[in-house]
């Protein structure tokens, strides 16, 4: 993360000057470590116009050793979100472009599942030193919070933040094969501690849709194959059949303008239409195939 002093095209070419000179490094396969930021301090220090300097704030996340190394140079707080606590947490290190020799701060800390760590500019911490630290139930929360703070009139300065949730092994993404009545018993449970992980929240009724879904599938064809995944703050569900499917245009997955009574009563009446019914009240689209066996549920989380 890079904050150059300024604005103005000026500013922006310096920026994209210093991010050629870390590309450069990053391109050979060489890691970014204090002494690489001091030899670039002394490259930029020549495109830089006098009183002008550079706050950063590197950083890697490095999952297999279970570790987050940083680099500070001018931004000197982060966010760190565990379970129990969420507080500031302090990094020395010197602004780049103002002396040849600036103090340059490396610490590696150790990363857990379920952490939560906000890399900001300094307006962003200053804003949150101004108006304090809120723990936040969610990723999502803390982004929502984030982002009302960005719009709060007491923000003077740039607000950049980039926000990484450290999620458990496998967490994301789940595959089942239903082929007979105990596998659907298996993926029922699978399916309801999948989402109870990723969505506390929603997980109760997301499992009534995805029950309703993969119910509709397996006694429609005799198997059913599930995939669901994250991707950031959305819930990604396909269950797909071997059956002959339905009159998908019949029974339209978005709701027309003023057809809802009507649509309601079609669904209740039809075979399987109650679930289909359930899966479009607690997801936010819902997606068919032409065929009508296979089907897309998109949930915000």
């Known amino acids: 993360m890079v904050d150059v002093s300024g604005h103005g095209v ?6 994209a000057t210093f991010k050629m000179m870390l590309d450069n490094v990053l391109l050979t396969g060489e890691q970014i470590e204090a002494g690489t930021l001091q030899v670039i ?22 999952l297999k050793a ?13 966010l760190s979100a565990k379970p129990q606590e969420c507080s500031l947490v302090p990094i020395a290190g010197c602004y780049l472009g103002i002396i040849e020799d600036p103090d340059i701060e490396t610490v590696t800390i150790p990363l857990k599942a379920g952490e939560i760590y906000c890399m900001m500019s300094d307006g962003a911490s200053d804003l949150l030193e101004l108006c304090g630290i809120r723990k936040q139930g969610s990723f999502t929360e803390y982004e929502d ?14 607000f950049s933040v980039i926000c990484i949730e450290v999620l458990p092994e496998n967490k994301g993404k789940i595959l089942l094969d239903v082929k007979n009545e105990g596998d659907l018993i298996h993926a029922q449970v ?8 990723n969505t506390p929240g929603h997980a109760t009724t997301l499992e009534v849709a ?40 019949r029974v339209n997955v978005q709701l027309e303008e003023g057809q809802y009574e009507k649509e ?8 399987g239409g109650r679930g289909i019914l359930l899966m479009r009240l607690f997801c936010d689209k819902v997606i068919y195939n032409a065929k009508g066996n296979d089907v897309l549920m998109i949930k915000k989380i």
């Open 66 to 78: 279970a570790v987050l190394k940083l680099i500070s140079a001018g931004i000197t707080l982060f």
């Open 10 to 15: 000026a500013t922006a070419l310096q920026t």
């Open 145 to 158: 919070w984030l982002k009302q703070l960005a719009e709060s009139p007491e923000r003077n300065d740039d």
């Open 264 to 271: 309601f009563e079609e669904l209740l009446e039809s075979e």
């Open 210 to 249: 995805c029950n309703e879904a993969m119910n509709n599938g397996f006694y429609a064809s005799g198997r059913v194959r599930i995939k669901a995944r994250r991707i950031g703050d959305k819930l990604i569900i396909r269950v797909k059949d071997n059956g002959p499917g339905f009159n998908v245009a």
């Open 41 to 62: 301090n002394q490259r930029i220090m020549h495109y830089l116009y006098e009183g002008s300097f550079i706050a950063l704030l590197y950083f890697e996340f490095d």
């Open 190 to 197: 699978a399916m309801s501690e999948f989402l109870e992980q």
